[in-house]
Structure formats: C-alpha cells, structure tokens
C-alpha cells in the first residue's frame, strides 16, 4: 500500500514556475514507477510525465516537454516536477501517481497505477 500527497500548487502568472512535490508513505517507493497526470474542468485526465523506479527513464508529453522536468528522490520517498514557463492551459488539477509497470511504454495510461493522490490546483493566469 502507498499513500500519495502532493503539494506545491498555486496560481502563478504565464512565464513562471512552480516545483510540485509528492510524498509518498511506505518503504517500498523505488519499487514504483510514478508519474503525474493533470485533469482541467471538463477534460480527461491526461499524462504529464513519469519516471522509472531508479529514476534512469523518463517519459513527457509533448505539450510540457523542454518546459517541465520530473525528478525523483527515494531516500525521501519524494516525486518532483518542475514546471517553467507556464501557459494558460496548464491549468489543471495535477495528480501523482505509483504504479509497477516495468514498460515504459505503459507510463502514459492511467490504469497502468494503482495509487493516486487527492490532487494538487495549478492555476496559470495569463
């Protein structure tokens, strides 16, 4: 079982930054691929990023590539996204996520995870 809490949300205006972070309980966080999802009103949740157990493989979609960086850290249980430059249509809820896939292939869909967190607002005003 792993529990997830993001936090680092907020509203920030178009061109700048915020460092999500979510921190997952258990000992057994390296043994999770994770990732980030975001979810904006009246949309489908849809992939942001992820990142494989020991951090060596990363996945992005192409609307946050070159702009948002995902990082983990397992001595601190902790999942990290770093988001720059900003738009409007980044906002969303963003949720992170822990699932076993050993594919990366499999990091983009959703039903890969098994754990999720509450969700954390970014809100990016232009």
């Known amino acids: 079982q792993v529990q997830l809490v993001e936090s680092g949300g907020g509203l920030v205006q178009a061109g700048g930054s915020l460092r999500l972070s979510c921190a997952a309980s258990g000992r057994t966080f390296s043994s999770y691929a994770v990732g980030w999802f975001r979810q904006a009103p009246g949309k489908e949740r849809e992939f942001v990023s992820a990142i494989s157990r020991i951090g060596s493989s990363t996945n992005y979609a192409d609307s946050v590539k070159g702009r948002f960086a995902i990082s983990r850290d397992n001595v601190k249980n902790t999942l990290y996204l770093q988001m720059n430059t900003l738009k409007p249509e980044d906002t969303a809820v963003y949720y992170c996520?822990?699932?076993?896939?050993?594919?990366?292939?499999?990091?983009?869909?959703?039903?890969?995870?098994?754990?999720w967190g509450q969700g954390t607002q970014v809100t990016v005003s232009s």
């Open positions: 996520a822990a699932g076993k896939a050993y594919d990366s292939g499999d990091y983009y869909y959703p039903n890969t995870y098994d754990y």
